[in-house]
Every structure is written in structure tokens, then in C-alpha cells.
């Protein structure tokens, strides 16, 4: 079956620490794939996408994630986390419906 | 990036009764998108629009329940039939900007608390 897993409910991290949020998928071939962020009451934006070529992606707000086809994953990470970064983070993928699978997403806290 | 509008942006419904949530994209788009997001969950896709033909539903949603409207390419309605408390959830409105970037966007959703 086509999923997403995000492994990790929640995570707390203090400022200026650095981030990993682990995403991996099950799917028979390369999908595409995407970081998204939910802040509290507000939609959803998008941090960054895959869809072929380098696997180390760059993305807004100082995210980015690689691609690791060997592990199925789609890491997010982040050098320097800042209080503002306290969110729900959503990993999903395109198998070619152009509709997303989603994880479950991580909620994200920041200490200060 | 396209501009995605739901209205309600929430609502408070009495169980039993139906409610319809529009969303407006600010560009003609192909295929639209409906999820909901149940308390506390991730994003679950309900159905896909297209215009001039029924929507597709996804396993475990049926058209009785959520009828979907695609009158054109820049608007959508999802209906939210007989409402019960379990319907509680966040409906967001989805779409392609443009033909293939691949890049979903999303309304801010609708919320809606059925009582």
C-alpha cells in the first residue's frame, strides 16, 4: 500500500538547536514529495519539494531535506531552530494522482 | 503562488442538519481537491474535482455525504450532508497552480463543529 510515515508524534527542540524530522514512504517507485507546515489556526504552506535531480533540496525558512532512495526518506532538518518554528510539520507524496498521501505529521515545540 | 478562499472560514452546525463550503482559486485550475482534517489528525483526501464531470471519491467518502460542485474552473462547493459530531473536522480546499508543477495549494480551511 502507498503511505507516508512520520515516526516521530512530537518533538521538542531547544532554540538555536538544530532539527531532523524523519519522513518515509512506501511506494514502488520515486514519488514526489513535499514538506509542509501547519502553524496553529492558520493553512498550510510549503516548505519544499522533490520531484527528481539533486536529492538535497532547499526550501524556505532555512529548511531542507534530502532525499534518500536507498532508505525511502525524506528527512527535513534545519541547522538553527527558532521559537518561531513551532508548528505541525506534514510530509506527503505524489504518486502521479496529483493529490497528496500525507503522514501523520510531527508537532514541533520549541523551548526557549 | 495561487490564492485559495474557503468560505465559512468556521461554523457551529447542529447535528442533522447539511452545510456548504465554497472555495474560490484566483486562476482557472484543473483539478481541485477536498481533505479534511479530523482533531488532532493529518489531512485525509475526500475527493478530486474536476469541472464538467463527477468528482471523484475516495475510499470511505461517499457522494450522499459529501456532494461536490465544480460548476467552473475557479470555484468548488463541498457539502457536508446530515452532520454529526464525528463530522467535526477541518475541510480544506486544494489545487494545482497551473498544469504541472506539481505543487499543491491549500485554502485555510473551514472549520466545523458539529454539536
Known amino acids: 500500500a502507498q503511505s507516508v510515515t512520520q515516526p516521530d508524534i512530537h518533538i521538542t527542540v531547544s532554540e538555536g538547536a538544530s532539527l531532523e524530522l524523519r519522513c518515509n514512504y512506501s511506494?514502488?517507485?520515486?514519488?514526489?514529495l513535499f514538506w509542509y507546515v501547519q502553524s496553529p489556526g492558520q493553512g498550510l504552506q510549503l516548505l519544499l519539494k522533490?520531484?527528481?535531480?539533486?536529492?538535497l533540496v532547499q526550501g524556505i525558512k532555512g529548511f531542507e531535506a534530502e532525499f534518500k532512495r536507498s532508505q525511502s526518506s525524506f528527512n527535513l532538518r534545519k541547522p538553527s531552530v527558532h521559537w518561531s518554528d513551532a508548528a505541525e510539520y506534514f510530509c506527503?507524496?505524489?504518486?502521479?494522482?496529483?493529490?497528496?498521501?500525507f503522514g501523520s505529521g510531527t508537532r514541533l515545540q520549541v523551548q526557549p | 503562488s495561487a490564492v485559495i478562499s474557503q468560505k465559512p472560514s468556521r461554523d457551529i452546525c447542529q447535528r442533522g442538519t447539511s452545510l456548504t463550503i465554497q472555495c474560490q482559486v484566483d486562476s482557472q485550475v484543473t483539478m481541485m481537491f477536498w481533505y479534511r482534517q479530523q482533531p488532532g489528525q493529518s489531512l485525509t483526501l475526500i475527493a478530486t474535482a474536476n469541472q464538467g464531470s463527477e468528482a471523484t471519491y475516495e475510499s470511505g467518502f461517499v457522494i450522499d455525504k459529501f456532494p461536490i460542485s465544480r460548476p467552473n474552473l475557479t470555484f468548488s462547493t463541498l457539502t457536508v450532508s446530515n452532520m454529526s459530531p464525528e463530522d467535526s473536522s477541518i475541510y480544506l480546499c486544494s489545487a494545482h497552480r497551473g498544469l504541472n508543477t506539481g505543487e499543491l495549494f491549500f485554502g485555510e480551511g473551514s472549520r466545523l463543529t458539529v454539536l
Open positions: 506527503a507524496m505524489d504518486t502521479g494522482r496529483r493529490a497528496l498521501t
Open positions: 522533490y520531484f527528481s535531480g539533486d536529492t
Open positions: 511506494y514502488g517507485a520515486t514519488p514526489y
